[in-house]
């Protein structure tokens, strides 16, 4: 049986700076679903789109014209912070998505609460710290031991990976990670990798990575898109994927968008 579509944008656009000389067409009418429980990475040259996608679902500028659903509920002209309760998002910057004069406990609980009122004060049952010493644990850096320190004192990796945490805390219907390990070293970056694919897997999460490494790329999801200029040119399954090598992808993405990626970032880490 199939899963639902979780996520669908149809025909959206978005041209920032139009009328100027500094015109440029993000998105040229893209058209995509996301299935229920989908891991679908995104890679393309600088400046395809990718990130500009990701904003686009969270709302963090309005489109020009198409519409974008998620979960059966149109979310097009859905204010960000609305979105915010239903999706969950890390940054390629370690130091975004969390309160770095906060300590761990304190960020998690912000985190558990999103969505939520807040009074003038709450707060934290020991039900509840137990259960963050529970998930912290299961990241195996050792800050279950440390929930009393404050985030700003954590080193990149360690912060990417409570952010990773706080964002799928409580199972969001769409995970969103924008290349969020672009800004670590490679030994930690495949650590918050390892970390991201089974937070996905345990929590059955949809989930939508944009990642520069190809490799990367090829190797978690089930479903690899490529972009060019605002748009799709390649939507690979879970079985093509497990066929192609890093130099298969070069070959139809050149075939399909008549260039090169011989200077692009993305081919410094296959």
Excluded: C
Excluded at 24 to 50: P, Q
Excluded at 127 to 146: D, H, P, Q, T, V
């Amino acid at each position: 049986m199939t899963e639902p579509d979780m996520l669908i944008l149809r025909n959206v656009q978005k041209t920032f700076n139009p009328g100027t000389t500094m015109q440029k067409t993000a998105l040229s009418g893209i058209t995509l679903t996301l299935h229920k429980g989908d891991f679908v990475t995104v890679i393309g040259g600088n400046g395809a789109g990718k990130s500009t996608m990701l904003n686009a679902i969270a709302g963090t500028f309005p489109v020009d014209s198409g519409d974008i659903s998620l979960n059966g509920r149109e979310i097009t002209h859905l204010p960000e912070h609305r979105r915010a309760i239903f999706l969950g998002r890390v940054f390629q910057d370690p130091m975004t998505g969390t309160a770095a004069s906060m300590n761990i406990e304190e960020n998690l609980a912000l985190a558990i609460r999103r969505g939520q009122k807040r009074g003038l004060r709450w707060g934290i049952s020991s039900r509840e710290r137990a259960l963050y010493r529970e998930k912290l644990a299961s990241l195996e850096l050792g800050l279950e031991n440390r929930m009393g320190s404050r985030v700003g004192l954590l080193s990149g990796g360690q912060r990417q990976a409570l952010t990773l945490l706080m964002a799928t805390l409580k199972k969001p219907e769409l995970l969103l990670l924008d290349e969020h390990t672009a800004a670590l070293d490679p030994k930690t970056a495949e650590k918050v990798l390892r970390l991201t694919n089974q937070l996905i897997q345990e929590n059955g999460l949809t989930a939508l990575m944009v990642t520069h490494n190809m490799k990367d790329a090829l190797a978690l999801g089930n479903r690899t898109i490529m972009m060019h200029e605002g748009n799709t040119i390649l939507d690979l399954d879970a079985e093509q994927k497990r066929h192609m090598t890093v130099e298969d992808l070069l070959a139809q993405f050149e075939k399909v968008s008549g260039r090169e990626l011989s200077n692009d970032r993305m081919l410094l880490t296959r």
